[in-house]
């Protein structure tokens, strides 16, 4: 017999083929809370009109049961109502600690957990949402008006729309941004490898336009020029998943590289492949100021070498004869998604502060940050004091690879700290490089015990964050935009982070031509992310963070901004706002006196010295 979830979703399927109907619906068309503005987006439509509920706020104090009521209800009351992309609670009389309507897109829940019994008269009648985001939320129900099931079935069905065979909501999503460059065309591939000198006599770009030779790799990538198409085949035969040393980026004066790749498949029985150690050769060649490669591998010895027994492993000097080996000693995704957990019961709902430091501690997620920065400073290092290329890779490729080659060449290059050079950044390093953003996030996925999500992404992210508090003016851009990233990494509102692949976003699914892209609502919107700090002149050097513990800092502003009780008196946006005006008024008092100085200049009235120049530093 057909369950009512799988009703709806048939029904829902049947709505969505005949010519999506409801996808297009204007909301307001549907009913809504009265008297409440809300902003909606082009393509959203109302799926559960508005049920009155009890937002079961941690943060506010017991709100005794009233004595005519036959069950517990306690919280804040308002209305709540679904869409197709989040689900919305409007309170009917906002207070200190619910001041505004609380807002979940759907693709950012976790999981959905029922709350009591219809019989129950002590327990709390309702639905408890967890979230992605570091925040759990419930919702107490009255059990008269019956209208649980539907709200729970609802919920389960739009806000797992992969696992219900529906959409995602960036397909349906039909904003436009047609004042700004599209966010599709920021990152090209060849353009960014001619940024950085490639192609030229050492290095050639190999295309992979069809993706058979790797189906994780990107359509363009850069390899010694000296190999082969044949030897090419050979080195992928023994990289794991066929990825073999592609180049993510080259100094421009001494000409050392980053590469990065998979581990290579030398098993117990120490398998070799002459094409794989010429091909490291090659590499080293290719550095004329280089004394050998160093190999950095991101895992722990030990479980580099347990990998021998699934025949992986690492490259042994005795076959490689111009490296040096290095393990980073960095967790594998299962370390860093229990750590997440851990952190999450620390800040939320409720925090502990005589135990605050120590139970941060317990955590052990800023020694996961603190490592994964210091291993990418000494990969920095290498390549920037001692003119050494790098080949990074830990198992696949695709995780702790990603995060050190990333933040090295944050560290290295000052155009990947500017919001457009940042963009290009992602999209070169862990969007076209294959990080599986699809089962790390899971995205429309109701499986929340998948062993294949980790918060690696986050880890990068908060690296950076982490950059931004040591170096403040060496930023183009904000803390904002680095939570709006994590934000809609998680609403899959944009199709950017969509899919395990840029064989699966770009040529399969082509959400370039179906989807908004992210970097089109960011760049609409610059100023709420540029840092008002920036100082462009003084911001082309090389940094080098501190990697000590006590620099490292829990990044209060994104896992801890539900609690009301953290937020700064004024909010970031508008210290943002505010920064920015002072810095355009110095701005104009500075050309108004570059101009008068050079009419009386002109004029005869005043003299330059000798030798002087008239040119002034952007501020």
Known sequence: MESSLEMSVRQERLMTNNAGASSTLDPTAAKEPENVVIDWIPGESIKRPSDIAY?????????????????????????????????????????????????????TINRIEKMGSQTSRKEIYGIEIFCKDMRNLKFCLTPESRSRKNIYDKL????????????????????????????????????????????????????????????????????????????????????????????????PTTEAVIMRCSQPM??????????????????????????????????????????????????????????????????????????????????????????????????????????????ALRVAEKVESSKESVVIHCSDGWDRTAQLTSLAMLMLDPYYRTIRGFIVLIEK??????????????????????????????????????????????FEFNENL???????????????????????????????????????????????YTNPLFAEYSSQCVLYPATTLRRIKLWIAYYVRWNPTMHPQESMLSQTVALTNIRDQLKKIRDDLQRQFEHKEKLGIIKSKKGATSKTAVI
């Open 156 to 251: 389960q069905l739009h806000a797992f729309q992969v696992s219900s065979g529906l959409p995602l909501f960036a397909f349906e999503n039909k904003s436009q941004y047609e004042d700004v460059e599209s966010g599709w065309e920021i990152y090209n591939a060849e353009k960014e490898l001619k940024r950085i000198g490639v192609p030229n006599d050492l290095w050639k770009i190999y295309e992979n336009s069809s993706y058979q030779f790797c189906d994780t790799y990107p359509s363009h990538f850069a390899v010694p020029a000296k190999i082969s198409d044949e030897d090419l085949r050979r080195v992928a035969d023994f990289r794991s998943r066929g990825r073999i040393p592609a180049l993510s980026w080259r100094h």
């Open 266 to 375: 030398v098993g117990l029985s120490g398998r070799r492949c002459k094409e794989d150690e010429a091909y490291i050769e090659a590499v080293f060649n290719a550095n004329p100021n280089g004394n050998k490669v160093y190999i950095f591998d991101a895992r722990p010895n030990m479980n580099a070498t347990a990998n021998k027994t699934k025949g992986g492993g690492f490259e042994e000097s005795s076959a490689y004869s111009s490296i040096e080996l290095y393990f980073f000693h960095i967790h594998n995704i299962h370390v860093m998604r229990e750590g997440l957990r851990k952190l999450k019961d620390v800040v939320f709902p409720t925090i502990d502060e005589q135990r605050w430091l120590s139970n941060i501690e317990s955590t052990q997620w800023l020694n996961h940050i603190k490592q994964i920065l210091w291993a």
């Open 55 to 107: 937002y079961n706020c941690p943060y506010s104090k017991p709100q005794q049961r009233s004595s005519s009521l036959p069950y517990s209800v306690s919280g804040v009351k308002g209305v709540l109502l679904i869409t197709n992309y989040r689900l919305i609670f409007v309170p009917n009389n906002p207070n200190d600690l619910i001041d505004r309507t609380i807002e979940v897109p759907l693709s």
């Open 429 to 474: 390093e862990w969007l076209s490089f294959g990080h599986k953003f699809s089962q790390r996030v899971g995205h429309g996925d109701r499986n929340y015990t998948d062993a294949d999500r980790s918060p690696v992404f986050l880890q990068f992210i908060d690296c950076v964050w982490q950059l931004t508090q040591q170096f403040p003016v060496n």
């Open 482 to 528: 680095l939570i709006t990233i994590m934000d809609h990494l998680y609403s899959c509102r944009f199709g950017t982070f969509l899919y395990n692949s840029e064989r699966e976003r770009l040529r399969e699914e082509r959400v370039q031509d179906k989807t908004p892209s992210l970097w089109s609502f960011i760049l609409h919107s610059a100023d709420e």
